[in-house]
């Protein structure tokens, strides 16, 4: 009879056990889910913060204001970025 109370025992803790470890693993999930979202979010910025230099480089260059060399040097420079 005491047996049986140790393996009812021992099958709950265990039962426990993989709840406590179901609910890390999606937490760890919905973490780096939250990280790749914030990533991709970044690298518009970047990206768009990219397009929006090279349009007034190309706005200064086609105002006359740089001239063609000073234009590719600074093209240059941002694109290295």
Known sequence: MINYFIYIVIALILIFVFIIAIKAVNL???AKNKNLIEKDDIVFE???D?????ENLSNLYKSGS??????KIAKKKILEM
């Open 46 to 48: 970047k990206k768009d």
């Open 66 to 71: 740089i001239t063609e060399e000073e234009f």
């Open 50 to 54: 990219l397009t929006e230099k090279l």
């Open 28 to 30: 760890g999930i919905k």
